[in-house]
């Protein structure tokens, strides 16, 4: 009944008949399904040997989307910790250099530990999916369980490009404020010196001025 009404609905429609052209089979028992459909891409309450686990199947799209979910909120972090990582601070002294670029050393174990957990989650789900055999003791990968390990390795892969950008611009970053320090403390000697100059330049103006009197 119900598929004689969506055939009926799909032919009103003249304009988009060319859409739903189709030939209806109609099969009396299940096992009449296999004249049609192979029986590797049927399962077992259908006469095939297709392994599916329906709690299995949701416990493993629920772990994907939480995977997929994570990895979105790492990149984002990650985007803010190269923000941090980048933003400038001036610096007009020693003192200030010094602590900018202790700030930036602080930063390094938390650029090195952010993906950590999000990695390791990607690849225990990877494990699960290539290592878990079925009850019969056999493989129980899937076109869609293998359509989801490309996608959480593309992921992964994503990751750890981002990982190793953030990891260059922490080093890039720090040879920066590094050599800004070394200005700094160069420019605070010239400064010494040149007070130390100016002192010495005015005794002898003194000096000589006092003897020219004499004279």
């Not at 299940?30 to 399962?43: C, N, W």
């Not at 989801?148 to 970053?173: N, P, Y």
């Amino acid at each position: 009944q119900f598929w004689h009404r969506r055939q009926s609905s799909f032919s009103r429609h003249s304009r988009e008949k060319s859409r739903f052209e189709f030939s209806t089979i109609m099969l009396s028992s299940a096992e009449k399904l296999l004249r049609h459909i192979e029986e590797s891409q049927l399962t077992s309450d259908l006469g095939g040997f297709l392994p599916y686990n329906h709690s299995e199947w949701i416990s493993f799209r629920l772990n994907l989307e939480q995977f997929m979910n994570e990895v979105d909120v790492l990149l984002e972090q990650m985007l803010l910790l190269e923000q941090r990582m980048t933003k400038d601070y001036v610096a007009d002294d020693v003192e200030g250099a010094e602590q900018v670029l202790q700030y930036h050393c602080n930063l390094k174990e938390e650029v090195k530990m952010c993906p950590q957990g999000v990695l390791k989650k990607g690849r225990d789900l990877i494990s699960s999916i290539e290592q878990k055999p079925d009850d019969s003791g056999t493989s129980s990968i899937t076109p869609d369980k293998i359509n989801a390990t490309a996608t959480i390795r593309h992921l992964l892969e994503g990751v750890q490009r981002k990982h190793r950008q953030l990891e260059d611009l922490w080093s890039s970053h720090k040879s920066q404020l590094e050599q800004n320090l070394q200005l700094k403390i160069f420019e605070r000697s010239v400064y010494k010196v040149r007070g130390g100059w100016g002192y010495c330049y005015i005794i002898r103006r003194f000096v000589v001025g006092e003897k020219l009197a004499k004279g």
